[in-house]
RNA sequence: GCCGUUGUAGCUCAGUGGUAGAGCACUUCCUUGGUAAGGAAGAGGUCGUGAGUUCGAUUCUCAUCAACGGCUCCA
């Protein structure tokens, strides 16, 4: 007999060979219906697969993060056996779950040898799979000798399987098979098709062979399938609410930005209500950086080539620049970052110990040609104003002036009550210096212990990524998520101890010496572009009332009150309140609503009653009716709320 | 840049080988109404752009631009 160790800790006695699901079953039958794998020491397995030893055994369901994942494996293989039964011939690579934070469903890589697919075709394979589906195949797990896959494979001439075994061992190589499809395939999986009830193929895309542009181009399907055709409906309502959420629909709605074929892809112009976003942005930034001791400056948008060879951004990123432009026997690229301007106004005069930390900010504009297919609404754009700063400092003051920046994000993100996000710090891989790094090998190792102090006695949690750094060095990113689930970096925090000796600059130390500093980059709100995007679907649309463009709406109940009306607009104007008089000729129920559709956060309605009283009757945007208030209450408390940044 | 999809009024969308339609928004008039849609009339589009097929193209074909979904990339 074995020992069966189940989560509880109560341990049970079987004969070797037992499956998970036949444990499932000695405990109840409701259970054994829903086990779908189980982890066996820490590794997940098939339900079905003998355990010969003790074993600590968890059954996963449907609940589980793995029962889910395995669930969706299988799905994948469920659906290349429909691909495989519409389109003979059908080379498959690999069919993975969707494994990253909020994303459901899985894909199938494939190579369809020129047959192009279409949506059409999804409808159908979606019909196949269902009928498969119900046909309730087993998943049967096979141990095969190399040898025999690789004649299996060759037989079939598929080039991509025979790639993949190549990495495999003799011993470790399993196929699975499920109704009239086998796979080459690690597993596990559920125990059988019938647990598939409910099927939805998403989209058809492309994706390069392992991932490697200069590789062929794969078919990609992705899919999700559910145990239940309720879940299928509520995650496809899920994905409709929040389509609502994406920024590029927010910001055509409330008319923050547009873009327009005559400018160029990727180039936001800002509407007048963006603008005002923007501007209390910046004046956050002004007010926070002025506090740390930063200054203020200003920098021009276009510089020689001779600049960006010094700092390095022509040797390594010459492809994200747009091409130079020709003037008097010179060339002049518009700038893709503000650090290397920056540089020359340290270096603008002579510095000496006293002066450091010297930091200086600026909300620059930069210029990247992004790839075309790239450009993402106000995510990922070609042209944005970077909430930019550098610190140039001595190794000593280094330490405190990091810490004292990553406060700074901590104390932005408090404000805007951002409390999901990752921070990152991002190394370099050594096996990239001189090609994507600049070939320091000792500072690299330096300056990203550096950091990693820092992050560690600050007790941040954080999560470490190779291959992610600066081409000058290490940095922190703090990585978000888009409603739609694409990942971005929205603020970054960088150590460079490269472009100081690049631009030769210098300071004189406290015994006549000279010494070159080290820089950090720092763009905590990240990029107008981005960081707008950002909040706006971060607030659903619903900014708070200092970032809102419009604050108040004032609503007459009719034309008898326009000048009442007028005169409590003119009065919040004396506090720089931004406000609008509804003044068309509709009734007070069609004025509400269209102002709450457009998130004005407050709106004051005036009739008989208020005006013989002079108060407003305040009403909150999604909140209803606040009662009436005299109009220096009113006045007094969303002055308050505005000046302190209130975030809802 | 690559694979795929889409492109009709300010917005959301319908539609057709014989030069276009709805709802909302907009304008005017009636209505002066107390907390999420009062009524009527009107104006608005060379159907993304260019070329081809055709007696005739917004509709079919090709090219091109842009957006969207992915891949690659993301200082």
Known sequence: MIKITLPDGAVREYAPGITALEIAKSISEGLARKVLAANVNGQVWDATRPIKKDAALKLLTWDDKDGKTTFWHSSAHLMAEAVESLFPG????????????????????????????????????????????????????????????????????????????????????????????????????????????????????????????????????????????????????????????????????????????????????????????????????????????????????????????????????????????????????????????????????????????????????????????????????????????????????????????????????????????????????????????????????????????????????????????????PKIDVQIYSVIGREFTLATNQVDFSQGRSFKLQYTTADNQSDTPLIIHRAPLGTHERFIGFLLEHYAGKLPVWLSPLQVKILPISDKFLDYAQSILQKLKNYDIRAEVDDRQEKIGKKIRDTELSRVPYMLVVGEKEMTENKVAVRRQGRGDLGAKTVDDFINEINIEIKERTAE
């Open 90 to 473: 059908v080379k498959f690579w690999v069919g993975p779950a969707l494994t990253k934070e909020g994303e459901k469903g899985f894909y199938y890589d494939m190579d369809l040898g020129g047959t192009k697919i279409s949506e059409e075709d999804l409808r159908k394979l979606e019909k196949k799979m269902n009928e498969l589906a119900k046909s309730g195949s087993n998943y049967i797990r096979k141990e095969i000798p190399k040898a025999e896959a690789l004649q299996y494979f060759s037989g079939k001439g598929d080039e991509y399987k025979l790639d993949l075994l190549q990495g495999l061992q003799d011993g470790e190589i399993t196929f699975y098979s499920q109704g009239n499809f086998t796979d080459l395939c690690r597993g596990p999986h559920i125990p059988h098709t019938g647990f598939i009830k409910a099927i939805k193929l998403t989209n058809i895309a492309g994706a390069y062979w392992k991932n490697d542009e200069k590789n062929k181009m794969l078919t990609r399907v992705y899919g999700v399938t559910f145990p239940s055709q309720k879940e299928l409906d509520e995650y496809l309502l899920l994905l409709e609410e929040a389509k609502k959420r994406d920024h590029r629909k927010l910001g055509k709605e409330l008319g923050i930005y547009t873009m327009d074929d005559d400018v160029g892809p990727g180039l936001i112009m800002w509407l007048p209500n963006g603008t005002i976003i923007i501007e209390e942005l910046e004046n956050l930034a002004k007010e926070t950086e002025h506090a740390a001791g930063y200054k203020r400056v200003i920098t021009p948008h276009i510089a020689k080539e001779s600049m960006y060879l010094t700092s390095g951004h022509l040797p390594y990123y010459a492809e994200s620049m747009y091409p130079p432009m020709e003037l008097e026997g010179e060339k002049y690229y518009l700038k893709s970052m503000n650090c290397p301007h920056h540089h020359k106004i340290f270096a603008a005069e002579p510095k000496s110990y006293r002066d450091l930390p010297y930091r200086i900010a600026e909300y620059g504009t930069v210029y990247r040609y992004e790839q075309s297919g790239e450009l993402f609404g106000l995510m990922r754009v070609r042209c944005l104003h970077m909430n930019d700063a550098h610190i140039y400092c001595t190794k000593e003051q280094f330490e405190a002036e990091f810490r004292a920046v990553n406060e700074m994000y901590i104390k932005y993100f408090k404000i805007f009550g951002i409390d999901k996000y990752v921070m990152r710090l991002s190394l370099h891989s050594p096996e990239k210096l001189g090609q994507k790094y600049v070939n320091e090998p000792e500072l690299w190792k330096e300056t990203e212990e550096m950091v990693r102090q820092v992050l560690i006695s600050s007790e941040i949690p954080y999560m470490e990524v190779q291959d992610e750094a600066a081409f000058y060095g």
